[in-house]
């Protein structure tokens, strides 16, 4: 027994590696992932609150000579933390069980007009050790088969790491409760963890309302309790301190990737506390309503049919261990009413933390299963056999909807719409999810088509971007410099959320725009989005200079120079784009944005009475697009 204890944890944590192997991404996948290896690469500084241990961790991982590309090894890390963080919770349920009595909280009765203190029950408190083990790792699985906790191991991103983080956290914090009143090393090793989890992601808060009520539980309201609390933060603030100094430190040797540029205390508090995205936050109640009643339909496909066991084990836990199950509670609904009010579309992630307590309570419920099917003959054989049934579906139902590994359209419609350009172009555009982050990725580490500038339309409305513009692409901004100036003198009290001209500020941001087509265009071809033509210039918030117009192109709207009369050549589309079966909107997207703009070249060739052509875009529209419309008149025109 002492070598199943042991290797538990392990044994699970490997399984769920290998079945992860068979879903991770071979490339960048959609949003953050292509910037974020980037940030680990090269290393540079990612996205608030730039997630210093996240990148360093994975510099230092990348510098392992492993044969394979740079985005495969990261999408390979994030699998081994999540990995590694099912190892650690499957240690953490076993804890909880080897200590059940501690978490029994007393009970008051009177008797004959005197009070008598007892222990509630805590039913089991001995637990044989293989029951033990048993509903630990099939706990354990059903956390490694939820579908979000899942997805995190297919491809780089901070919260696989956060994941691990979270659950260390919650190892140390129940070792500490459950220690001596004299033994209080466990509580800075919890300090410490918290401070590296804080380290690599801010949302670590939402495990403190937990760690307050047994930390309180366990000492009270004494002054004695605060000068623990004062130990502990001797420890928690250097380690923190000392992680977060690489932002800094980084930011002043300006990398490629400088997000924020946090070079002093101003733009480090900035970019940490992520301001940028504190407008979405507690945005609105109908937001919150909308994200609550997302959680709530998605529930189900978390966790499929081990759901039914999570809810054996939230009604066991209520009656066998009062403590423990508002533990679990209050880090399942501090983290669901924080997500909630966050207004964004990836909001996954964010409850993540929610889907970990469930995970706990799902051992109480594997463990009713083998106290209700205890008195059967065959002794373990049927409840282990029905819990292994209901993980086996979990995964088998959550594997299809998590599964990355035919995924590389991202990376062929990245490289596809590099290669669209001429040499030395600029690309305006704002297709983060798409393009952007993803050739943060190919463009900075694999060094693929680097002549080629994209500008982020929506990045320039930040101060810390023009640094980053001059040293990625050295000359671009130079004749530009007085407008810019005086749009980040303009852009100065927004930033600090001071009172300011928000007129002025769009008059500016607008110049700016155009001014990267009139002083770059006689150096680079310039090239504007689809979403950006779509979009802002349909509303007349951006509008080319005078003397120029847009002419599409395979995968952009081509700037040049007069009025249109004259015709302007394109490439071929010779590019191939593999579409994975799964369908998302990011799938859709590229694949509306690619047939959008095969019919718009195709359509631009029929002006020239260049029916051939034509021909050429419209046949690759039904090659690889063959669901985006055809619009009638170019149909019967490219029939005949």
């Not at 696989?160 to 914090?173: A, G």
């Not at 980084?250 to 900035?270: F, H, K, S, T, Y």
């Not at 985006?628 to 025109?637: C, S, T, W």
Request: charged share 20%.
């Amino acid at each position: 027994m002492t070598i199943i204890k042991r290797l538990s944890g392990l044994i699970v944590g490997v399984i769920s590696f290998v079945v992860y192997m068979f879903t991770i991404a071979p490339s960048v996948i959609q949003i953050d992932p292509g910037e974020l290896a980037a940030a680990q690469a090269l290393p540079g500084i990612a996205h608030p609150s730039g997630y210093p241990l996240f990148t360093i961790v994975g510099y230092l991982f990348n510098l392992i000579p492993l044969p394979s590309s740079a985005i495969f090894k990261m999408n390979l890390l994030a699998a081994l933390w999540c990995s590694a963080g099912v190892t650690v919770f499957v240690y953490t349920v076993e804890l909880i069980l080897d200590n059940l009595e501690k978490f029994a909280s007393p009970i008051k009765k009177s008797i004959k007009g005197k009070k008598k203190e007892q222990k509630e029950a805590a039913v089991p408190v001995e637990i044989p050790d293989l029951k033990k083990y048993l509903t630990a790792s099939t706990s354990g699985l059903v956390l490694a088969f939820s579908k979000t906790y899942w997805f995190q191991s297919t491809s780089v991103e901070v919260y696989s790491l956060h994941s691990l983080m979270m659950i260390i956290t919650i190892y140390f914090l129940i070792k500490a409760f459950i220690s001596t009143e004299t033994e209080f090393k466990n509580w800075y090793f919890f300090s410490m963890a918290l401070a590296l989890s804080f380290g690599n992601h801010m949302t670590t808060m939402l495990i403190l309302p937990a760690t307050a009520y047994l930390f309180f539980l366990k000492y009270r309201f004494k002054v004695e309790s605060f000068k623990k609390i004062g130990k502990m933060l001797l420890v928690f603030f250097p380690v923190l301190a000392a992680t977060y100094s690489y932002l800094p430190l980084r930011a002043a040797q300006n990398p490629m990737l400088n997000w924020g540029n946090p070079v002093d205390v101003e733009r480090i508090l900035r970019h940490v506390s992520g301001k940028q995205y504190q407008v979405w936050i507690f945005s609105s109640f109908d937001s919150a309503k909308k994200q609550l009643n997302y959680f709530i339909s998605n529930l189900p496909q978390e966790f499929n049919i081990t759901l039914i066991i999570i809810l054996i084990g939230v009604m066991a836990l209520f009656f066998t261990s009062k403590r423990l199950f508002v533990f679990f509670l209050v880090i399942f609904f501090t983290t669901v009413f924080y997500s909630i009010n966050y207004d964004i579309s990836d909001i996954d992630a964010y409850f993540l933390l929610a889907y970990i307590s469930l995970a706990f309570f799902s051992s109480f419920g594997i463990l009713k299963v083998f106290q209700l099917l205890k008195d059967v003959k065959l002794k373990y054989m049927l409840p282990v056999s029905l819990v292994v049934i209901f993980v086996f579906f979990q995964a088998f139902l959550t594997f299809g909807k998590v599964s990355q590994s035919e995924n590389y359209i991202f990376e062929d419609y990245t490289k596809a719409a590099l290669n669209s350009v001429e040499k030395d172009a600029v690309v305006f555009t704002y297709q983060w999810d798409y393009l952007i982050s993803p050739s943060y990725y190919f463009q900075f580490v694999e060094d693929y088509r680097r002549d080629v500038k994209i500008i982020d339309k929506e990045l320039l409305r930040r101060s810390w971007y023009y640094n980053q513009l001059k040293t990625t692409y050295p000359g671009i901004t130079d004749e530009m410099k007085p407008l810019i100036d005086q749009f980040l003198e303009a852009l100065k009290p927004f930033e600090r959320s001071e009172q300011y001209n928000s007129q002025l500020l769009e008059t500016l941001f607008r110049r700016i725009m155009s001014e990267f087509i009139t002083t770059n265009i006689d150096k680079h071809d310039y090239y504007i989005a689809v979403e950006v033509v779509s979009n802002e210039m349909q509303r007349g918030e951006f509008t080319l200079p005078p003397g120029y117009t847009l002419v599409p192109d395979v995968f952009f709207y081509r700037v040049v120079k007069g009025n249109g009369e004259e015709y302007v050549p394109a490439k071929d589309p010779d590019y191939e784009i593999r579409i994975p079966k799964k369908k998302n909107h990011y799938i859709d997207f590229i694949k509306h944005v690619c047939g959008w703009m095969l019919v718009k070249r195709a359509l631009y060739e029929m002006e020239f009475d260049k029916v051939n052509r034509a021909k050429v875009y419209i046949k690759k529209l039904k090659e690889n697009f063959p669901d985006h419309q055809i619009p009638k008149g170019l149909a019967e025109v490219i029939e005949k």
